[in-house]
């Protein structure tokens, strides 16, 4: 199956690259803007990747 759902890990790595290149503020501005609270687990690929890197750099777990 080539048109199957992106493994969570995918979504998680497939801004890394991004990512990688912002500051801490620029990154928790980033996921503070697009962070949806209502649908923790149905994020936007984007905005795991931002989170992601914010615990793979910093620390700091955002969200859930």
Known sequence: ???????WWDKKTK??????TYSKQELLDYANEHYNPHTPNRQ????????????????????D
């Open 44 to 63: 936007k690929e984007n905005v795991w990747g931002a989170m992601d890197e914010l615990y793979r750099q910093y620390g700091i777990a955002f969200g």
């Open 15 to 20: 801004w890394r690259e991004e990512f990688s």
């Open 1 to 7: 199956m080539t048109n199957r759902e992106p493994q």
